[in-house]
Nanobody
C-alpha cells in the first residue's frame, strides 16, 4: 500500500509565503515523479509543479518565478515553496505521486488535499 501525506497550507495575506510538504511512504519500488496540483472552486484541477526522478521540473505558467518545487535525494519527500502569493492562488492543493509499487505496476497516488487561502 502506498500512501501520500501532505502538510502545510493555511491562510495568508497577499504577498506572503507558504510552504507545502508531501511525503510518499509504504510499499514503494520506485518513484517516477511527484507533484502538486490545485483546484479552485468551480474550476478544474490544474498542474502547479512537478519534479521527476531525474530532477527535471515543470511549472504552470501562472506560478513560474514565484513557486519552487524541491525534493529530497530519494524523491520520497517534496516541498513546494510558494512566494508572492496572490488571491488567485487560493485553492485546494493536492500532492500526487506517480509510483511503481512493484517492478511492473505503477499508479497515481493522491494525498487528501490541503487548503491554501490568500486574502487580499
Amino acid at each position: 500500500q502506498v500512501r501520500v501525506d501532505e502538510s502545510g497550507g493555511g491562510l495568508v495575506q497577499q504577498g506572503e509565503s507558504l510552504t507545502l510538504s508531501c511525503t510518499a511512504s509504504g510499499s514503494i519500488f520506485r518513484i517516477i515523479a511527484m507533484g502538486w496540483y490545485r483546484q479552485a472552486p468551480g474550476k478544474q484541477r490544474e498542474l502547479v509543479a512537478t519534479v521527476n526522478a531525474g530532477g527535471g521540473t515543470n511549472y504552470a505558467e501562472s506560478v513560474k518565478g514565484r513557486f519552487t518545487i524541491s525534493r529530497d535525494s530519494g524523491l520520497n519527500t517534496v516541498s513546494l515553496q510558494m512566494t508572492s502569493l496572490k488571491p488567485e492562488d487560493t485553492a485546494v492543493y493536492s500532492c500526487n505521486g506517480r509510483i511503481y509499487a512493484t517492478p511492473t505496476t505503477w499508479g497515481d497516488y493522491w494525498g487528501q488535499g490541503t487548503q491554501v487561502t490568500v486574502s487580499s
